[in-house]
Nanobody, 124 residues
Framework: VQLQASGGGLVQAGGPLRLSCAAS????????MGWFRQAPGKEREFVAV????????LYADSVKGRFAISRDNAKNAVSLQMSGLKPEDTAVYYC??????????????????WGQGTLVTVSS
């Protein structure tokens, strides 16, 4: 399965931005679909994940109440609506999918499909 992320860009602090990610290729089953991010000089970190049926979500504490994740299974897509952006949200954002385990996870190793990343820059 291939994942293609889009929607990154430059935004002022406090503003909104929406990221999208679409899956293509040989898709048998996509369980959790989520987002990670990597800031310059830092490790890639978990942001959010949504379950296969869209009913369950998990967020990093740093984005709770500001970001909302959703998915459209008809389009094999996941979105991340970001609001109240802060300069510390600046990072390359990667979408990811878990194809072998339905349990939601914030652990990178659980995800076996990754997108190419899209840069989000938040100016102060």
């Amino acid at each position: 399965v291939q994942l293609q992320a889009s929607g990154g860009g430059l935004v002022q602090a406090g503003g909104p931005l929406r990221l999208s990610c679409a899956a293509s290729g040989r898709i048998f089953r996509l369980y959790g679909m989520g987002w990670f991010r990597q800031a310059p000089g830092k490790e890639r970190e978990f942001v959010a994940v949504v379950s296969m049926n869209g009913g369950d979500t998990l967020y990093a504490d740093s984005v709770k109440g500001r970001f909302a994740i959703s998915r459209d299974n008809a389009k094999n897509a996941v979105s991340l609506q970001m609001s109240g952006l802060k300069p510390e949200d600046t990072a390359v954002y990667y979408c990811a999918a878990e194809t072998g385990d339905p349990r939601l996870s914030s652990q990178r190793y659980k995800y076996d499909a990754w997108g190419q990343g899209t840069l989000v820059t938040v100016s102060s």
